[in-house]
């Protein structure tokens, strides 16, 4: 997983839109990046809610929000959609991003082992370097914990 003083990866990903982001469109402003394991599912609903819900405090701060997961933009743009969230959220099929972060784990459902997505996020700089990692996010504190970091809390 990458950790705070490094460099973050510079993904190049598709929105909902079909529109291209890389994080370098960024630089120069604070990006919160994080991975989530499954649209519509409830921890990552709590969780995007809980951004949507922040995000004229991000916005305010002229912090750009930005959801990844594996799923497809169609499944984004009905995600975003249901639950009017406003930041983006890119798709990563081929999990460029996911594995380049080092969020892509082996996980445990009763007694099951798969791969998927450990639920991170990543704080990065204006010059696009990892200033903060929660390695397990809470879906409904993330947001909030998040806002408080950027306050110097």
Known sequence: MLEVGQKAFDFDLFDKDGIK??????LGKKVVVYFYPKDDTPGCVKEACAFRNAFQDFKD???????????????HRKFAEKYNLPF???SD??????????VWVEKNMYG???MGVNRSTFIVDEQGEIIKVYKKATPDKNAEEIIAFLEGK
């Not at 982001?21 to 960024?26: E, I, Q, V």
């Not at 701060?61 to 499944?75: A, L, M, T």
């Not at 099929?93 to 380049?100: F, K």
């Open 61 to 75: 701060r002229d912090v750009v929000v930005i959801g990844i997961s594996k799923d497809s933009q169609e499944s």
């Open 93 to 102: 099929p081929e999990l460029e991003a996911i594995q380049a972060y080092g």
């Open 112 to 114: 099951k082992k798969y």
């Open 21 to 26: 982001h890389k994080l370098s469109d960024y």
């Open 88 to 90: 983006i959220i890119l």
